[in-house]
């Protein structure tokens, strides 16, 4: 078995998270590939990091990986995805971060969770992925993103105007700071954050949320995800933020966007006791009422 772990960030104060998992790790025959930066800076005994394999980009990652492991919040979640692209490689996220939407397995839970890899008792979810068209090339070779896709204006300058159309067809234009197309798993992201609803992740729909509209009559609106999602920019400043989950770039407003799903999905690895009501449950704090 063939294992890889990433992070792009975790506090090695003691108890290591990294160590944790090696020693997890260690009565089982596997073949450990672990993300250069994290290696480097693991702080770990010479004897312990021997047989451990580094890689550093998507490239030396192959289909022959069993497993990729993230350890730390959402956000090394979402780099992962970046990582496996479209090779199928399982994404188990431990948390390690804050909320854990998508790395909802607790640090607690890190022996059970090496246990069920190993053994092949994990559940995967199929999770679908936006992706964007420009004329400009946007985002080089990882045009997609797991949670959203969103326009929003740049720093302090005024809202924009966002022309939105549906297949070509007109649907709105919204005087507003920015605009969200979120897939269902990122429904509980920066779309729910701006009063978007929460779509169950097999759900075959994009929301579309404004973010601090102008008009108080404008709403989040559900389309089905086999629709293309285009859009046209107004404003007084002449660029503005594009960006496909945590990552973004600077563009000008003449730039043509255009929105669709992604013709692959992300495997993300769920242990059999973990569901998504759970997570809703636990993560929004959801029957601490004492009357339920």
Not at 102 to 110: H, M, T, W
Request: one cysteine or more; a negative charge.
């Amino acid at each position: 078995m063939k294992i890889a772990i990433y992070s792009r960030g975790l506090d090695l104060a003691t108890p290591n998270p990294l160590a944790l998992l090696l020693e997890a790790l260690a009565p089982h025959d596997v073949e450990i590939h672990v993300f250069h930066q994290l290696l480097m800076h693991a702080d770990l005994p010479a004897d312990a990091t021997a047989s451990l394999i580094p890689f550093k980009v998507s490239s030396d990652l192959d289909a022959t990986i069993d497993c990729l492991i993230s350890l730390g919040g959402d956000g090394t979640m979402l780099d992962a995805v970046t990582l496996v692209k479209d090779s199928g490689i399982p994404i188990l996220g431990i948390n390690f971060g804050r909320l854990g939407f998508l790395a909802s397995i607790s640090p607690d839970a890190l022996q059970s969770a090496v246990e069920a890899i190993v053994n092949r008792t994990f559940v995967v979810d199929k999770r679908a992925l936006i992706h964007l068209d420009s004329n400009e090339g946007l985002f080089g070779d990882t045009p997609f993103a797991l949670n959203e896709f969103a326009i929003h204006k740049r720093d302090i300058s005024p809202m924009i105007k966002i022309h939105t159309y549906i297949n070509g067809e007109f649907l709105n234009t919204y005087w507003a700071d920015g605009l969200i197309v979120s897939t269902p798993t990122g429904s509980t992201g920066y779309s729910m954050s701006c009063n978007g609803p929460i779509l169950f992740p097999d759900a075959a729909s994009f929301v579309i949320t404004p973010v601090a509209p102008h008009n108080l009559n404008v709403r989040p609106i559900v389309i089905p995800d086999t629709n293309v999602v285009s859009f046209e920019i107004e404003g007084r400043a002449d660029q503005f933020i594009c960006a496909l989950d945590a990552r973004k770039e600077i563009v000008d407003k003449t730039v043509q966007l255009a929105i669709r799903k992604e013709q692959f999905c992300v495997n993300l690895v769920r242990l059999n006791e973990n569901s998504f009501l759970s997570t809703l449950r636990t993560k929004l704090t959801w029957g601490l009422d004492k009357r339920n």
